[in-house]
């Protein structure tokens, strides 16, 4: 079935470092993938998506390239700051069903 | 910000006792969507709507059950509360099922069963 697997969490980096955050995918079509964001105490939010192979979405310094020939996701961004400490979600779309298929989500924490 | 507002934000309630939670979209979006999220589980869909008085079940949808007589109002029933069922509740709308339309989410409901 349809699944996204997610980096285990919880990552702790230095504001200014870089940050990686792991996702690959199963899935039969053209799925979309997204990432999403949820900052303490809040809901999900929509970071980037992307929505075919070789797509690239971009967000507030965020990016993430869709590789159909790895079934990868990952979001990268080249320099975080405080303000970026969340928990950030991967997910999919698929062209058959109703449904979204979340990661388990990843929790940063950037300290100054 | 889509127009999503689920209540009550915080629930306090007893094992055995029944729990209804509303969400309610100004949006117009056909599609409502009942999450539970939990540590090292990330979000699971209970249930969902794709119209009013059309629901499924999602993946946990065990000892939930969910009405949409209105567009606008999606409720997550609990029938008979359970420890188990102490989480954090997030509805979600999307307007359409291509895989292209994300969802968006509000701002949850944490629910804690004594």
């Known amino acids: 079935g349809d699944s996204v697997t997610q980096m285990e969490g919880p990552v702790t980096l230095s504001e200014e470092a870089f940050l990686t955050i792991n996702c690959t995918y199963t899935?039969?079509?053209?799925?979309?993938l997204f990432w999403y964001v949820q900052y303490p105490g809040e809901g999900l939010q929509l970071l980037l998506k992307?929505?075919?192979?070789?797509d690239k979405g971009s967000n507030k310094g965020f990016e993430a390239t869709y590789r159909k020939e790895t079934t990868s996701f990952h979001l990268e961004k080249g320099s975080v700051q405080v303000s970026d400490s969340a928990v950030y979600f991967c997910?999919?779309?698929?062209?058959?069903?109703?449904?979204?298929?979340f990661g388990t989500g990843t929790s940063l924490t950037v300290i100054p | 910000d889509a127009g999503i507002t689920q209540s009550p934000r915080h629930k306090v309630t007893e094992t055995g006792t029944p729990v209804t939670l509303r969400c309610h979209q100004t949006?117009?979006?056909?599609?409502m969507y009942w999450y539970r999220q939990d540590p090292g589980h990330g979000l699971r869909l209970i249930h969902y709507?794709?119209?009013?008085?059309?629901?499924d079940k999602g993946e946990v949808s065990d000892g939930y059950s969910v009405s949409r007589s209105k567009t606008e109002d999606f409720l997550l029933t609990l029938e008979s509360a359970t420890s188990s069922q102490t989480s954090v509740y997030f509805c979600?709308?999307?307007?359409?099922?291509?895989?292209?339309?994300?969802?968006?989410f509000g701002q949850g409901t944490r629910l804690t069963v004594v």
């Open positions: 709507s794709y119209g009013v008085k059309d629901t």
């Open positions: 979600a709308i999307r307007d359409r099922v291509d895989q292209n339309t994300e969802a968006f």
């Open positions: 949006e117009n979006h056909r599609y």
């Open positions: 997910a999919l779309g698929t062209s058959t069903g109703n449904q979204f298929y």
């Open positions: 992307a929505t075919k192979a070789d």
């Open positions: 899935a039969t079509g053209y799925p979309s």
